[in-house]
């Protein structure tokens, strides 16, 4: 059937909403339980009357619409999420280098998307899930910014011979994630001999979770950046001309020029900080839409005198249950690593505790960074696999003695073991515990990144 307009089009999709995928589908799709894409598959059949294909335009060719079904899931907190990145077209790494943005295989097929978000629940079978909104997507202008941004990062890494070096974290909305995960997904690239990964264009997951928050909770998300902004510098460009300033200044003198109230016993400080600085005080981190979009994590870093951060940087804590049971490319140290981008807000002690009783924080800077493709692939997986030996070796705890406690040493990776990261201890006290694979039990270990690797990142960046 050919759909004559667009509110046509729409009209008809808002007559899925509230229904299942059992109820929408005359195909008996939906008994074939392990294919991926049956769901998609049953809306473009079933419901919109189309033949299936794969064809290189949008889906609705003359309105110039391309379909998705996408699923969202509920959070333990009782939030909505995207469950995952939407992915959109594979990239020819040899036919995309000879386009411009406007002429892209991007572009051409998914400028306008017609999404339909139905709720994925682990309880129920495929049959059950229900659509729960039918959403016409439309690039915002700032949006479209920073994805044209976005393009050009990812073809000119195609251009530098790097295609096989390409992260979804190298950029903002618009990523390029792997399709396939085995040798049978390689391809050849234009400029280099080395193959690379299969890849697609997608948006990524927590730029889905921003429409979903936006459209289906009708949450406020602030900008602090314009589309005419956006037309001149790079998101990390207006980032730096919001902090720069402030280079050099304690945090006193920060306080004293913006109004702001500083306070670094607060758990609020760096949110305070943050958000005051880019003019939109008193907004929650979570609530700063580029923020969210581009899932940019934001991490406090402080130097000591000699330049080196006193402390590893933390991040979650291990389910070493979860690690045994898992594969390298669907693990969350990958998929983290790959998928986040660090926004490090930097500061100085530059004298020593004697020189400095009150350790005075000085303001150094800001830094974007994401982990690079080769060290993913590299250091970080050699880790990964040699944890899960050790866990599924059983790890080493070796109970020793001392004057009013007894330390229970491990042989978990250490600092400085590979020079970029380690498993150390993140818990309240030494009671407090969780239970390892083989039945027994092991004070809480964190994943961190070692301070003389945040210390490279911070010297070769800022």
Request: one cysteine or more; proline letters at 3%; hydrophobic letters at 35%.
């Amino acid at each position: 059937m050919i759909y004559k307009t667009e509110q046509e089009l729409l009209d008809k999709a808002k007559q899925a909403e509230g229904r299942t995928f059992e109820e929408i589908d005359k195909s008996g799709r939906i008994e074939n339980g392990k294919a991926k894409g049956q769901l998609g598959q049953i809306i473009e059949e079933s419901f919109f009357g189309y033949e299936i294909n794969s064809k290189s335009e949008a889906d609705f060719t003359n309105l110039g619409i391309e379909l998705k079904v996408t699923p969202i899931k509920k959070n333990k907190n009782g939030t909505l999420s995207s469950k995952e990145r939407l992915v959109l077209n594979i990239i020819n790494y040899h036919k995309e280098v000879l386009e411009s943005f406007e002429t892209s295989s991007f572009w051409r097929k998914n400028k306008t998307t017609l999404i339909l978000f139905y709720e994925w629940i682990p309880e129920l079978v495929r049959g059950d899930y229900k659509v729960i909104k039918s959403y016409l997507h439309k690039y915002p202008e700032e949006d479209l910014e920073i994805i044209r941004q976005d393009w050009e990062v990812i073809v000119r890494k195609i251009k530098s011979g790097l295609a096989h070096e390409i992260s979804e974290a190298d950029t903002n909305y618009l990523a390029a994630c792997t399709k396939g995960a085995n040798r049978n997904s390689l391809r050849t690239q234009p400029y280099s001999d080395q193959m690379a990964m299969q890849r697609a264009y997608s948006l990524k997951q927590s730029y889905m979770t921003a429409i979903v928050r936006k459209e289906i909770k009708q949450e406020d998300l602030i900008r602090f950046t314009s589309s005419k902004e956006l037309k001149k510098k790079s998101l990390f460009q207006l980032l730096l001309d919001k902090f720069d300033p402030y280079k050099g200044f304690t945090l006193e003198q920060i306080a004293s020029r913006t109004g702001l109230e500083v306070n670094t016993k607060s758990k609020h400080f760096l949110q305070e900080l943050v958000s005051g600085l880019l003019g939109i005080r008193g907004t929650k981190l979570d609530q700063i839409e580029e923020f969210a979009k581009a899932n940019i994590e934001i991490k406090t870093v402080r130097l000591e005198p000699d330049s080196f951060p006193k402390e590893h940087m933390s991040f979650k804590n291990i389910d070493f249950t979860e690690w045994l049971k898992e594969e390298w490319n669907e693990s969350w140290l990958k998929n983290h690593f790959e998928e986040t981008k660090f926004l490090f807000v930097v500061f100085h002690y530059k004298e020593s505790k004697n020189e400095n009783p009150d350790r005075q924080l000085y303001f150094s800077g800001i830094t974007l960074w994401n982990m690079p493709m080769y060290q993913i692939e590299g250091k970080l997986k050699e880790f990964w696999f040699h944890v899960q030996n050790l866990i599924n070796n059983g790890i080493e705890l070796e109970s020793i003695p001392q004057k009013n406690r007894t330390i229970v040493k491990n042989n978990l990776p250490k600092p400085g073991s590979n020079g970029l990261c380690h498993i150390r201890p993140k818990a309240r006290d030494g009671k407090d515990k969780i239970m390892l694979p083989d039945g027994r039990y092991i004070t809480k270990q964190a994943f961190w990144l070692d301070r003389t690797y945040i210390a490279e990142i911070i010297h070769k960046n800022l």
